[in-house]
């Protein structure tokens, strides 16, 4: 008798602990927020080096068939007039990476960290901040800013040539950072009168539509972007509305530039980061973790683009063979970083942001609310994608409530643990047709979920609905690139930043 009473304490204290474990919910709804372009980084190896011939790396990260499939890659403009004067350091460094990425379907877009030399105050290309400068600001002599857009021409021709069709030039790196390396300080009154007064000359028509990229501020500063969505002709003529987070939250620096630009049928990308730079080993899983978050935030931020800092390095995506920072950190081989890179290149690239119920935390910093868990989720063809990230040390049961009905799904499962996989993908136990989920989410976890909509269910109906037809529109397919000239099965997006698929 004593037994029977002690097992039923037993399944008793069991049952109450199971009733006792924590739960988050999230609920999913069918309002549009941003189309994302897609997920990058910088073609840059040691200081600021291009790859030149050595493209394993690039080779390894990009296109829809590689284990990450990034498809943005960003190159320096070097202050060279033909790509043929500057040793490594000119045009000719980052040609053979921007070759693969093209060939893969991928974007390539160039930012001068300087103009030529001889169009500056300080006659070099240097930023100025050094003793043998004297500490003269290098800025570009305004009786040079009509030959600012003619040398990019030079550099399109010079890449069209060598067969890499540019996608989009940036005015300026980091044009608020007075820096002792290659630099060019800009007020936004300046690029605004570079902009308005000169672009112009830049040729769209001859180099296929290349887009116009704003100067990308060290801190996504808002008044370098509020000068120029004042300005009629700017806003013309600045397509991407771009820059950098070191030192600044994206929930609450990104977020205000995105909701002026957004609506105007702009593009807002973070083209420059690193995260867990300064550690001396391999980053640990919960700095990855950390990196996960940004991208996270970045996208709840309202960007359209990620571009991270360099590809290959101890902090990044690939390994670089320094025996210093560990056995793991072999040259060219994919980090732990890379595939929780590849969660959302693989998975939210082309895709359209939905809103959760998770939104309400932004613009507040980790301090005030700690955001132990984190969310968001997108539209993405016939497929709701969910990304759900766990930071603490226990498990917690997520319910996620979707706008419409789904019939299967998959999840995509990183943990730390793995180490061979770093990616675990397991279909999800969906036996009909349901518009919520029950997941136990583990302790320190990314997850992944792509569910399934099922057509049959009549919640869809309004899935894909666009405010205004007459508001002007943009094209982009599948993978997130844009369309010029719009065919087949395209994703269409409204000035209001609504989206749906349309055949053309």
Same mark, same amino acid.
């Given at each position: ?187 936004? /009154? ?102 996960? /978050? ?29 025996? /210093? ?67 603490? /040390? ?111």
């Amino acid at each position: 008798m004593k037994r029977i009473i002690f097992s039923l304490v037993v399944l008793l204290g069991v049952t109450a602990a199971q009733a006792a474990k924590p739960r988050t919910s999230l609920q999913v709804y069918s309002t549009k927020k941003q189309t994302i372009t897609g997920f990058g980084g910088a073609c840059c190896d040691g200081a600021m080096k291009p790859f030149g011939t050595d493209n394993a790396c690039v080779s390894k990260l990009y296109g829809a068939k590689s284990k990450i499939g990034l498809n943005i890659l960003r190159m320096e403009i070097s202050p060279s007039f033909t790509g043929d004067n500057w040793g490594d350091y000119d045009w000719n460094g980052s040609l053979p990476s921007a070759q693969t990425v093209k060939k893969r379907g991928g974007i390539v877009f160039g930012t001068p960290w300087s103009p030529p030399g001889e169009y500056k105050t300080n006659g070099t290309a240097q930023g100025g901040n050094s003793d043998d400068q004297g500490n003269v600001r290098g800025k570009l002599r305004e009786d040079c800013y009509e030959k600012f857009f003619p040398w990019f021409n030079t550099f399109l021709k010079w890449m069209k040539d060598h067969g890499v069709v540019m996608d989009a030039v940036s005015i300026q790196n980091e044009p608020d950072w007075w820096v002792n390396y290659s630099g060019c300080l800009y007020e936004p /009154e300046e690029q605004v009168n570079l902009i308005k007064n000169y672009a112009h000359m830049l040729d769209r028509e001859t180099y296929d539509g290349v887009r116009i990229i704003s100067a990308e501020p060290l801190g996504f500063r808002a008044d370098y972007y509020d000068a120029l969505l004042k300005d009629q002709t700017c806003r013309e003529q600045v397509d991407i509305f771009a820059g950098h987070i070191y030192g600044h939250l994206p929930l609450q620096y990104i977020k205000p530039v995105a909701k002026k630009a957004l609506p105007l049928g702009k593009e807002v990308w973070m083209t420059e980061h690193s995260v867990t730079d300064n550690t001396g080993a391999l980053p640990t899983w919960d700095d990855n973790l950390i990196f996960a /978050e940004e991208l996270n935030e970045c996208m709840l931020a309202g960007c359209t683009g990620y571009i991270y800092w360099y590809l290959r390095a101890h902090w990044a995506f690939a390994g670089t063979g320094e025996k /210093e920072y560990g056995a793991a950190n072999k040259k060219d081989e994919l980090l732990p970083r890379a595939f929780v890179m590849s969660h959302f290149s693989k998975n939210v690239t082309g895709s359209t942001r939905l809103q959760t119920s998770q939104d309400d935390t932004e613009g507040r910093t980790k301090e005030e609310i700690p955001l132990n868990y984190e969310f968001s989720a997108y539209e993405k063809g016939d497929s709701i994608i969910v990304m759900a990230i766990n930071t603490t /040390e226990t498990t917690r049961d997520l319910k996620i409530t979707l706008p419409y009905n789904v019939k299967s799904g998959m999840l995509w499962l990183s943990t730390g643990n793995e180490t061979e996989n770093l990616c675990q993908k397991s279909d999800l136990d969906i036996a009909e047709s349901i518009n919520s989920y029950l997941y136990e989410m583990p302790a320190k976890s990314l997850n992944t979920f792509i569910f399934m909509v099922d057509n049959g269910s009549t919640a869809i109906e309004n899935v894909n609905l666009v405010d205004d037809d007459d508001a002007p529109k943009t094209y982009y397919d599948l993978h997130g690139r844009r369309l010029d000239t719009p065919h087949g099965l395209c994703i269409e997006r409204s000035a209001n930043g609504k989206s749906r698929k349309v055949i053309m």
